[in-house]
C-alpha cells in the first residue's frame, strides 16, 4: 500500500524488497538481535545499499519483515477461498498460521527490541487475523462442512496453542497433526 507522498515500487525494486524480508525473517530467526545486516543482504542477493535504502534501520527491516509475514498471512485467505472449497481453504490456512508463528516466534527477540525502540509492530495483527479467520469460518460454515458454534476467537486459541507447543521448525509434523486434529473437531456434528 503507498500513500500520497510515495510512489509505487518498480517490479524490480518490489522483488528485492521481497527477497530482503524474506531473508531478514530467517537470519533474524537464527541470529536474534546478533543477526549482521549484510547477512541479510547477502541472502537476498542484493548489496547492502539496497538493503539500507529500502530500510534505514535494523528496526525498519525488523518491523517490515513481521508485518511482511502478517499480511502474507492475511490475505491468503481470499485467495485460498478462490481455489478451493471452504473446508480445505480453512485447513491451508492454518498451515500457514503456523508458518507465521513460527517466523513470529524465531523473531521474538528482535521484535522486542523494535518494541523497546517505541515501535508497536503488532498494531492491528489480532483484528487482520480475526477478519481472515472470521472469513474463512464463515465460508466453511455456511458450506455446512465445520459445526457454527465456534467462533475466530476459539479457534485462534486453539491455533495459537498448538503454535506454542509445536511451532518449531523441527516440530511441524505435530503442527500438522494437531491442526488435522483441530479440523477435525471443528467438524464435529456436520453431516459432512
Known amino acids: ?38 547477512r541479510v543482504a547477502k541472502e537476498a542477493g542484493v548489496g547492502s545499499g539496497t538493503l539500507y535504502r529500502n530500510f534505514p534501520t535494523r528496526e525498519a527491516l525488523i518491523e517490515a519483515a513481521y508485518r511482511n509475514e502478517l499480511s502474507r498471512l492475511c490475505d491468503a485467505a481470499p485467495d485460498l477461498l478462490a481455489a478451493m472449497p471452504p473446508r480445505e481453504a480453512l ?19 528482535a521484535l522486542r527490541a523494535v518494541i523497546d525502540s517505541g ?25 455446512g462442512t465445520i459445526r457454527s458454534d465456534i467462533n475466530p476467537a476459539v479457534l485462534f486459541a486453539a491455533l ?17 497433526r494437531l491442526l488435522d486434529l483441530a479440523l477435525d473437531g471443528l467438524r464435529y456434528g456436520t453431516t459432512d
Open 160 to 176: 495459537t496453542g498448538v503454535a506454542l507447543t509445536s511451532g518449531k521448525p523441527e516440530q511441524r509434523e505435530q503442527a500438522e
Open 119 to 143: 515501535v508497536n509492530p503488532y498494531t492491528h495483527s489480532h483484528e487482520l487475523i480475526m477478519t481472515a479467520l472470521t472469513s474463512l469460518l464463515d465460508a466453511a460454515t455456511a458450506a
Open 1 to 38: 500500500m503507498t500513500t500520497d507522498t510515495e510512489r509505487p515500487l518498480r517490479a524490480d525494486a518490489r522483488r528485492n524488497r521481497e527477497k530482503i524480508l524474506s531473508a531478514a525473517v530467517r537470519v533474524f530467526a537464527e541470529d536474534g538481535l546478533e543477526a549482521h545486516l549484510e
Open 91 to 109: 485447513r491451508a490456512w492454518m498451515g500457514r498460521f503456523i508458518d507465521y508463528a513460527t517466523a513470529k516466534l524465531g523473531m521474538a527477540e
